[in-house]
């Protein structure tokens, strides 16, 4: 089997007939922690949903590939329950389904397996007090009621809870506090342990990053990745933003008009 746990091969990805990703390939392997940036609008959070399968993303051409699979033409739900994982930008209302039912419901759905219920609670009271959530969350219907953080833990919650192969965030730390981006942050890092899962982390803000161990930073402009580097470029991202990097890779991305 191919080291290679995603493998995007040349997409071209359409949006209502615009074109938005463009000849974009890009590749993750087991263990590793893969960061996104860009500036607004040039295609991080339709990458992210491209590979999820969202309908509302077009592919228009080229392949996906995850653990050695062809996934292009698969749904959603069947990416899921191969290992795949998206947080959202703004997690949304689930009202009469709590959060311990849904976490439980997906395990079993995910594994096909009966959740054993006295380790569940156990597990997921500890996933809660690493993300500081009151126990009484886990009661409450999904997101209904809970301020900007206490959505985001909730996702990590998720995270932690399903153990995907691959974990997609969107947007994980827009909207937190310093206190909750640490919070949150602590459960990345807890997830970063746990197996030889991968992480591609989809970011405007580099405060998310500053305790995590990232492999791969890629800058996308106009749809493409225009530049991939190690961890130290998220530094000179941080340092001179993307105007440097979009100045050379200007007669590029004139000629992709």
Known sequence: MSDKLLDIQDIFVNIDSKQVLKNLSLQVGKGETHVLMGPNGAGKSTLGNTIMGNP???????KIFFDGQDITDLSTDKRAKLGMFLSFQNPLEVPGISVETF????????????VKLFQF?????????????????ASRDINV???????KKAEILQLLMLNPKLAI???TDSGLDVDAVRTVSKGIQEY??????????????????ESLHVDYTHVIVKGKIVKTGDGSL?????KNGFEKIIAECGEKTEQDK
Request: glycine share 8%; charged share 25%.
């Open 56 to 62: 509302v993303y077009s592919l228009e051409k080229g």
């Open 192 to 209: 970063q342990k746990k197996q030889d899962g991968a992480l591609l982390i989809i970011t405007h803000s580099t405060r998310i990053l």
């Open 103 to 114: 976490i439980r419901s997906s395990l079993q759905q995910l594994t096909g397996e009966h």
């Open 145 to 151: 009621g809970f301020s900007g953080g206490e959505r």
């Open 234 to 238: 998220v530094d000179e991202i941080n």
């Open 121 to 137: 609670q156990k597990t997921l009271k500890a996933n809660m007090e690493l993300l500081n959530m009151d126990s009484l969350y």
């Open 169 to 171: 965030l969107d947007e």
